[in-house]
């Protein structure tokens, strides 16, 4: 069994004149980033492997988060739906049990809507559909290799929202 985690960036900023992919972190999106690395340390313990959008907020709140895991920052994240984001997770190597994907609305919680399966925690897929808020994790286990992940095949067992 292997375990997915869907995070949404945390809390952006709004500067004037800063376009949208360079918008950095909030004080609010760094605090509750960190609250995430936290929740993630106490109850997933290691992640194997991180993909993250190549936007400023969304690398920000990796770096916020404190974990350590090799990380790779793709474009297609960015913005990314359902289907790119799919992508990007069945490429990762079957060696890693725990997968981190870092990104945006409404890619991210959309992807956790549409992989949750049958066996999934109803209450857990209601909150993921009824909004999923900055630095919120969608946390979903995977039976076999990231390749074969698709559409109803995971099992969504809890919606995480550090504050």
Known sequence: MSRLLLMRHGKAAFPDGVED???????????????????????????????????????????????EAPARFLDEIYEGWTGSLLEAIQSVEDSASTVLLVGHAPGTPGLAA??????????????????????????????????ALDIGTATLTDVVIPR
């Open 21 to 67: 992919f360079e918008r950095p972190l909030a004080d609010r999106g760094r605090r509750e980033a960190a609250l995430a690395g936290d929740w993630i340390r106490e109850h997933v313990d290691t992640v194997d492997v991180v993909l993250c959008s190549t936007s400023t907020r969304t690398r920000e709140t990796l770096a916020a988060t404190g974990l």
């Open 114 to 147: 549409r992989l949750a399966g049958e066996d999934s925690d109803p209450e857990a897929l209601n909150r993921v559909r009824a909004g999923f808020p900055t630095s919120a994790i969608a946390v979903l286990d995977v039976e076999g290799p990231w390749a």
